[in-house]
């Protein structure tokens, strides 16, 4: 059932794609030849993982042509990943000629169109060049990358920061420098990819716990303690597809009492949390307590890359192992340059986060009114649990149709049976733009039955 947690079914009634009531039923899908089915045999077939193809002969690429989900859901219009952008001013974006409101972004800040960081990132892509054309480690380091280390470590009160080309090189880069054969990574089951790939990559033991459930890390940690070697605890600030905040107080709490090192993730936080928006660390106050803190520029920074920031002997040392950095070209010059603008602006003008917040509290608040599960989120990402993938697809086409711009997720990015849209905003979208989305919301939602 989509709706297990309020025991409401969007397929209730009419099993056909309009029942008389007039609504659109997404078990329309499923008379049409596309089934829940194909994506629930098993937990694994739950999502768009790769599937394998087995047996001594098997052709490496037979997998290819198994996984038909794409495709089925394209045949029937549902097919909700890759939808090209024709143009963007930030709030609004066009899609195949028409205007859509974007609740489908990292663009927090609203900072991807400021004139002042377009005019900045024009400038010194003018005087350094397009691109940097080899790694950090011999010809990629420019003046401009050291200077936004410097502000970056002075963000996040670290002596230190290192930037990479993207957040997801930065998490590659930490946990397999720093976690050696003999230690421990113990990691959140809803913490990023990038988290999940770099534990992949590291030498050294992985456990996990359950979601912010710190009965849990308590028990995990005891486990990790009976192993010989390092520790280190490593967190998402704010979730990204639950929006929900971290229990850093709780984290920071139980790893000095094992003595494992902490590590945040910030990239949905800075430029969102804290008094200068530091991020969730700054938040509670312990930016300190904390060893090293990551960030991304791919959300409130408006550009590309990402940063790790901490004493500067660990810092030095992920610097001259970190193969993901080494062995790739440098984060281009007009990438740091609209990072460094963005950050300038973040300092300079506070009310920015003010109003971010305002509109997430916002849309919140108007998607829950409308009925919609939000599960229990608290920052600018707000889900909208749906359950089925079917019926989260539906849904997704359906909004878009209509004006609006969500992003589908489904399992493994988020737990089986949550499938959901993920909606953000900006501290750029006005009053009256939430208004009309929240209108569409409800139409939509009432027409096709999830509401
Ligand atoms: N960490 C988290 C929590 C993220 O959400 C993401 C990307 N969405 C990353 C790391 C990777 O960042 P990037 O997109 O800069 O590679």
New binding site residues.
Partial sequence: MAFDSRGKSPRAGSARGADTTGKTNPGAAEENGLSENSFSDDSDNQSFSPVSSNGPRADLFDKCDLDTRADELAARGLYPFFIPIEGSEGTVVRIEGEKKIMLGS?NYLGLTHDPRVLARAEEVARRYGTGCTGSRFLNGTLDLHERLETDLAALVRKETALVFS??????LSVLSTLIGRNDTVIIDKL??A??VDGCRLAAGETLRFRHNDMADLERVLKKASERPGGKMVVV?GI??MEGDVCDLPNVVRLAKQFGAKVMV?E??SIGVMGKTGAGVAEHFGLQADVDLV?G????SFAS???FVAGDRRVVDFIKHNGRPMIFSAALPPYAVATVQACLDILKAEPERREQLWRNADYLKHGIQRLGFDTGPCDSPVIPVIIGRMLDTFYFWKELLKAGVFTNPVIPPAVPENTARLRTSVMATHTEELLAEALEIFGQVGKKVGVI
């Fill in positions: 990292n993207t957040g997801f090189q930065v998490n913490d990023h990038s988290i998402d979730f990204s993730d990239a949905h990551m991304t520029f791919s959300k590309i890359g990402g």
